[in-house]
């Protein structure tokens, strides 16, 4: 049976597919029993009444997930939670990413002029995208999908209706593609291919780029180009817009009353050239712009440990209480906080063990915004780490879409960085190629 029933497949036809389900039984000879597990249940049934799957292949299929106890530790400690600006950046910054990128601008390079042209999406930030997400496709994941899928919505509670969606998507995918949903892979969080789309964005945005008739993201390069674009303009992407000025390491002080850590634009231009902004003469007075804060110190905190939260910068203390879904004034108790609720970059928080849902907290307390030098209160903080490094970006619309790709702010920066340098890496290499092709018509001209 096994040699008959190809498991590593990933596209199958309808017959193969009835052939996955008598694989996945022979398998698992211990099957999952739906009725025991309450939101699979629901989302088989909702599946069954709504799309006509069958009880008999969800049994199957499920039957073939397990829960991946390194899922929920990958969610709790993202890079985006643990890492300073200055070293998030270079993760994604390295001369050999942005070679990579130049290497995939070429090779791609009407396929991104024609994305560019078709959604006027820059081709500098769909690399970028495919680059900060794969690695230009060397890195796809490694998990089971399923397996990701159903052990978010089993095992963790604070976004498990997210990804019961997620997992009626992937399922869905997975019958509309021929794919067997065992075997593909992709990221913890249920991401897949080169541009790592989650299977409600996969069904959603992408496209078929390439024009061959199958939309695939794990294997075509090129439906991913158009997809990246795709979802982008469907987000609200301005052609021929700005995403961010270059960084500043000072502002005014009025200014710098504004700074935050937020996604969105708030403040026209007006206003900030008023409280001191050197914005470029073209913005308009009436455009929406943000002032965001990152710090540049390259240099992190100890990871925390079991029951502790690491404070970042931007961090309140109220608002890392309703983050971890405790009330403020528990989190103010158990650390023997102030009453400003003053709280330092790489501070351990001992967080409550009692949890409640952020609407149960009650009106939110005013606390202490985490921008300013630490004060070393705690053993195990270093007193001679530089906290007092901040770099300032005057943010567009454009940043904003990006973060709906990715919620970090982090991410948003990282990705406008990589699509500069990479342009500037492609159009050097373009200037290299014509001086050499030049030089060769010269000589061939002489001879």
């Known amino acids: 049976?096994?040699?008959?029933?190809?498991?590593?497949?990933?596209?199958?036809?309808?017959q193969a597919i009835a052939c996955v389900v008598a694989c996945l039984w022979a398998v698992n000879a211990?099957?999952?029993?739906?009725?025991?597990?309450?939101?699979?249940?629901?989302?088989?049934?909702?599946?069954?009444?709504?799309?006509?799957?069958?009880?008999?292949?969800?049994?199957?299929?499920?039957?073939?997930?397990?829960?991946?106890?390194?899922?929920?530790?990958?969610?709790?400690?993202?890079?985006?939670?643990?890492?300073?600006?200055g070293k998030y950046r270079n993760l994604f910054l390295q001369p050999e990413r942005i070679a990579q990128g130049v290497e995939f601008w070429q090779t791609y390079a009407e396929e991104l002029q024609r994305?560019?042209?078709?959604?006027?999406?820059?081709?500098?930030?769909?690399?970028?995208?495919?680059?900060?997400?794969?690695?230009?496709?060397?890195?796809k994941g490694s998990?089971?999908?399923?397996?990701?899928?159903?052990?978010?919505?089993?095992?963790?509670?604070?976004?498990?209706?997210?990804?019961?969606?997620?997992?009626?998507?992937?399922?869905?995918?997975?019958?509309?593609?021929q794919m067997d949903p065992a075997t593909v892979l992709g990221s913890y969080a249920g991401a897949v291919g080169f541009p790592q789309f989650i299977a409600s964005s996969y069904r959603n945005y992408a496209v078929d780029f390439s024009g061959d008739g199958v939309v695939d993201l794990i294997g075509q390069p090129v439906d991913a180009i158009g997809s990246v674009a795709n979802y982008f303009v469907k987000n609200g992407w301005l052609s021929g817009q700005p995403v961010s000025s270059a960084p500043l390491t000072s502002l005014p002080p009025d200014l710098m009353t504004r700074a935050n850590r937020k996604r969105k634009v708030q403040f026209s231009a007006a206003e900030l050239r008023q409280l001191g902004a050197d914005l470029d003469s073209d913005i308009p007075a009436d455009e929406k712009l943000n002032v965001l804060q990152l710090d540049a110190s390259e240099v992190y905190s100890e990871?925390?440990?079991?029951?502790?939260?690491?404070?970042?910068?931007?961090?309140?203390?109220?608002?890392v209480a309703?983050?971890?879904?405790?009330?403020?004034?528990?989190?103010?108790?158990?650390?023997?906080?102030?009453?400003?609720?003053?709280?330092?970059?790489?501070?351990?928080?001992q967080v409550p063990s009692e949890k409640y849902k952020p609407s149960e907290q009650g009106s939110k307390q005013q606390s202490w915004v985490v921008q300013g030098k630490a004060t070393p209160r705690e053993p195990n903080h270093i007193a001679s780490i530089d906290?007092?490094?901040?770099?300032?970006?005057?943010?567009?619309?454009?940043?904003?879409?990006?973060?709906?790709?990715?919620?970090?702010?982090?991410?948003?920066?990282?990705?406008?960085?990589?699509?500069?340098?990479?342009?500037a890496a492609h159009a050097a290499a373009a200037q290299r190629q014509s001086a050499i092709a030049l030089a060769e018509d010269n000589e061939a001209s002489t001879e």
């Not at 971890?324 to 928080?349: P, T």
């Not at 567009?396 to 500069?420: C, G, K, P, Q, W």
Request: charge should be negative; include cysteine.
């Open 322 to 349: 309703e983050r971890l879904e405790v009330r403020c004034a528990d989190l103010f108790a158990l650390n023997n906080l102030n009453a400003k609720g003053e709280i330092y970059r790489g501070q351990h928080l």
């Open 1 to 14: 049976m096994f040699s008959f029933c190809n498991r590593n497949a990933t596209r199958l036809t309808g």
């Open 115 to 139: 994305a560019e042209q078709e959604y006027g999406v820059p081709a500098s930030v769909i690399v970028a995208i495919i680059g900060v997400e794969s690695k230009f496709g060397r890195y």
């Open 30 to 85: 211990f099957a999952i029993d739906l009725n025991d597990e309450p939101k699979l249940r629901k989302i088989a049934d909702e599946l069954i009444a709504e799309y006509g799957f069958t009880e008999p292949y969800l049994q199957a299929v499920f039957s073939a997930a397990t829960v991946r106890e390194e899922v929920l530790q990958a969610m709790q400690n993202p890079a985006e939670y643990k890492f300073t600006w």
């Open 387 to 423: 906290h007092t490094r901040p770099v300032y970006f005057f943010t567009h619309e454009n940043f904003y879409v990006i973060t709906r790709y990715n919620h970090s702010v982090l991410y948003a920066m990282a990705v406008h960085d990589l699509s500069m340098a990479t342009a």
């Open 143 to 177: 998990h089971k999908v399923l397996d990701s899928l159903v052990t978010l919505v089993t095992g963790y509670p604070r976004r498990s209706e997210f990804f019961a969606g997620e997992l009626k998507h992937f399922l869905l995918l997975a019958r509309d593609n």
């Open 303 to 319: 990871p925390a440990r079991k029951g502790e939260y690491v404070v970042r910068a931007g961090d309140t203390a109220c608002e």
